[in-house]
């Protein structure tokens, strides 16, 4: 997808082992997200970012920190994977609106191509 | 709180015929709402959006949607399917009023698997 990529694009790894996702964006957007997306689920909001070092909780977040030190950078970790967190995960990005200090302009996000992650 | 029902998990159809995918949802406040696909082992993509003005709204690939205030509706529909409409499709809402915080938060349904047949 144009303008945003997640690293890496498959992974498989051992349960309690530590794990860290990276979703990068050339667009300079203020607003990023992660998502993961499982069957019968649809995609339910991990973590989200609306600058840097501005980050807040989404609907599915124990289990999972982010950080982001930088406009393009945002990092999702799994500090001990466990089997329930085996998924797809989704990076997306959206634009500020120019006219409100911290609204996001609602033009729909961009998603990157995701992160499948396997936990054996 | 803000939700999205997606009637029908699956639809199965035959190619050229018509077809009508249905997204009900439920706020407190305006909204504006959404529509994406995702082809298998991709990303969403946006599909159409609306955001104001005329409730019925056009997309890519010939797809289009109608709002419906009173029914907090917003069904996608297409006339004529193509075995490459296959795919994954997934609606979405978020409020009007967006200053922060997780107000502005795409709230996503659980997902529409539309299967074109020859």
């Known amino acids: 997808d144009a303008g945003i990529t997640q690293s890496p694009r498959h992974k498989v790894t051992e349960t309690g082992t530590p794990v860290t996702l990276r979703c990068h964006q050339t667009e300079n957007h203020r607003y990023m997200y992660w998502y993961r997306q499982d069957p019968g689920h649809g995609l339910r909001l991990i973590h989200y970012?609306?600058?840097?070092?501005?980050?807040d909780k989404g609907e599915v977040s124990d289990g999972y920190s982010v950080s982001r030190s930088k406009t393009e950078d945002f990092l999702l970790t799994l500090e001990s994977a466990t089997s329930s967190q085996t998924s797809v995960y989704f990076c997306?990005?959206?634009?500020?609106?120019?006219?409100?200090?911290?609204?996001?302009?609602?033009?729909?996000?961009?998603f990157g191509s995701g992160t499948r992650l396997t936990v054996v | 709180a803000q939700s999205v029902t997606q009637l029908d998990s699956q639809v199965p159809v035959f190619e050229e015929a018509p077809v009508e995918l249905r997204c009900n949802y439920s706020s407190s406040v305006s909204v504006y709402l959404f529509w994406y696909v995702q082809y298998p082992n991709q990303g969403l993509q946006l599909l159409l959006k609306y955001l104001s003005g005329s409730t019925l709204v056009k997309g890519i690939n010939g797809f289009e949607a109608e709002f419906n205030k009173s029914q907090t509706s917003f069904h996608l529909r297409k006339p004529s399917v193509h075995i490459s409409d296959t795919a994954e499709y997934f609606c979405a809402v978020s409020d009007q009023m967006n200053y922060g915080g997780s107000q502005g938060n795409l709230i996503f349904g659980k997902g529409t698997k539309l299967s074109v047949k020859p």
């Open positions: 970012s609306y600058g840097v070092k501005d980050t």
């Open positions: 997306a990005i959206s634009e500020q609106d120019p006219g409100k200090v911290h609204a996001r302009r609602n033009y729909g996000y961009t």
